[in-house]
């Protein structure tokens, strides 16, 4: 939500007379300094969280890759043993042919 130009004036009138032009300025400085505490926080949260979650991540990825890794190893053995297979039989039917 953004505020216009309108708004702000609007604010700052209603400001202006509640609390009289004498506390305005010191208002202003502790909203201020509120805002920046908070943004402070808000970013020191974020950057706890990504690095909390970054490692997370990481051995979730590293995790992945070796499933990956032995299903792919699985699937290559599995052919080779079939390749085998079929050129021990090839090998065997013209030996027996040759006889």
Same mark, same amino acid.
């Given at each position: 939500?953004?505020?216009?130009?309108?708004?702000?004036?609007?604010?700052?009138?209603?400001?202006?007379?509640?609390?009289?032009?004498?506390?305005?300025?010191?208002?202003?400085?502790?909203?201020?300094?509120?805002?920046?505490?908070?943004?402070?926080?808000?970013?020191?949260?974020?950057? %706890?969280?990504?690095?909390?979650?970054?490692?997370?991540?990481? *051995? /979730? #990825?590293?995790?992945?890759?070796?499933?990956?890794? =032995? !299903?792919?190893?699985? %699937?290559?053995?599995?052919?080779?043993?079939?390749?085998?297979? *079929? /050129? #021990?039989?090839?090998?065997?039917?013209?030996?027996? =042919? !040759?006889?």
């Amino acid at each position: 939500m953004k505020l216009g130009t309108t708004e702000l004036i609007l604010i700052l009138v209603v400001a202006l007379v509640v609390f009289g032009p004498s506390k305005l300025p010191e208002l202003g400085k502790l909203a201020g300094q509120a805002v920046g505490s908070f943004k402070k926080y808000v970013n020191s949260f974020e950057g %706890e969280w990504k690095e909390d979650a970054g490692p997370v991540r990481t *051995e /979730q #990825a590293v995790k992945k890759t070796a499933e990956t890794q =032995a !299903a792919m190893t699985e %699937e290559t053995a599995s052919q080779m043993k079939s390749e085998n297979r *079929e /050129q #021990a039989e090839g090998i065997r039917i013209s030996n027996e =042919a !040759a006889v």
